[in-house]
Antibody, heavy 116, light 106 residues
Framework: QVQLVESGGGVVQPGRSLRLSCAASEFTFSNYAMHWVRQATDKGLEWVAVISSDGNTKYYADSVKGRFTISRDNSKNTLFLQMNSLTTDDTALYYC?????????WGQGTLVTVSS | IQMTQSPSTLSASVGDRVTITCRASQSISSWLAWYQQKPGKAPKLLIYKASSLESGAPSRFSGSGSGTEFTLTISSLQPDDFATYYCQQYNSYPWTFGQGTKVEIK
């Protein structure tokens, strides 16, 4: 069974940085594009970023472009999201998800709270 | 591409046939997925490519449409189906989700 486990969330001040990780197991991680999706409390889903299976192609939501960087380490089956210049609007539960048919497997999420 | 779902909230009873609509601001061919989300849980993929049932999803769920208009139908609503449903386009980046439809108990 596909497992995706996010970590790295926490409380951070506006303007600071945070790095999220997503540990993947029970599938061949290097074969799949991977995504980050976030959800503010009691709000809808917002797509954040994608990285291709080989790490060479990346796309971002306009709301995070220039501030967030998605990356992966296929040797360690791990996906990352480097988040810089955080604002209160970035406060959300961050999910990593695998792209197969669409986003067919999701982690449980890691909570990021941006607050002074 | 903007995705608009209707209604935002739907009240229904067990056994009802339920339909949720999703409209795209431009053609997305059939690159549309539907997800179910329950409180405190991650979303779960139900339908991909507009009408293909994800493995493990109950057969009472079906999807239809292409271009800009899509529907998710639950043929006979079950107690486990009370949740929020999201459509999502994956025709082009940035991917976008609809705002969600909450299915409540009537």
């Amino acid at each position: 069974q596909v497992q995706l486990v996010e970590s790295g969330g926490g409380v951070v001040q506006p303007g600071r940085s945070l790095r999220l990780s997503c540990a993947a197991s029970e599938f061949t991680f290097s074969n799949y594009a991977m995504h980050w999706v976030r959800q503010a409390t009691d709000k809808g889903l917002e797509w954040v970023a994608v990285i291709s299976s080989d790490g060479n192609t990346k796309y971002y939501a306009d709301s995070v472009k220039g501030r967030f960087t998605i990356s992966r380490d296929n040797s360690k089956n791990t996906l990352f999201l480097q988040m810089n210049s955080l604002t209160t609007d970035d406060t959300a539960l961050y999910y990593c998800a695998r792209r197969s048919t669409s986003l067919d497997s999701w982690g449980q999420g890691t909570l990021v709270t941006v607050s002074s | 591409i903007q995705m608009t779902q209707s209604p935002s909230t739907l009240s229904a009873s067990v056994g009802d046939r339920v339909t949720i609509t999703c409209r795209a601001s431009q053609s997305i061919s059939s690159w549309l997925a539907w997800y179910q989300q329950k409180p405190g849980k991650a979303p779960k993929l139900l339908i991909y490519k507009a009408s293909s049932l994800e493995s493990g999803a109950p057969s009472r769920f079906s999807g239809s449409g292409s271009g800009t208009e899509f529907t998710l139908t639950i043929s006979s609503l079950q107690p486990d189906d009370f949740a929020t449903y999201y459509c999502q386009q994956y025709n082009s980046y940035p991917w976008t989700f609809g705002q969600g439809t909450k299915v409540e108990i009537k």
